[in-house]
């Protein structure tokens, strides 16, 4: 059984920064688009970041320019940058392989001060 593994959720004040890692199986990473979800209760599951196996990135418009998603080749990992936290950005959040079944267990961000 393949999973997407993540680590660096955690509890920031407003302004700070957190950065989210995502292991993926080389299959996967090479294959597929990676994304950044994230989900409060009551609402859906929203896309927050994607970037493509070339490298070309976008972004949902209420992260953009605080968060940045990046990947390490070598690593078959993908990042999510999260500068100036706000506390709308609390959420869990879930890396995804765009087309596929395959998710991260979730991470917990929480903003507050």
């Known amino acids: 059984q393949v999973q997407l593994v993540e680590f660096g959720g955690g509890l920031v004040q407003p302004g700070g920064s957190l950065r989210l890692s995502c292991a993926v199986p080389v299959s996967i990473f090479n294959s597929y688009i990676m994304c950044w979800y994230r989900q409060t209760p009551g609402n859906q599951r929203e896309l927050v970041a994607g970037?493509?196996?070339?490298?070309?990135?976008n972004y949902a418009v209420s992260v953009k320019g605080r968060f940045t998603i990046s990947k390490d080749n070598a690593k078959t990992t993908v990042y999510l940058q999260m500068n100036s936290l706000k506390p709308e950005d609390t959420a869990v959040y879930y890396c995804?392989?765009?087309?596929?079944?395959?998710w991260g267990q979730g991470t917990q961000v929480t903003v507050t001060s």
């Open positions: 970037i493509t196996s070339g490298g070309s990135t």
């Open positions: 995804h392989a765009q087309q596929t079944d395959y």
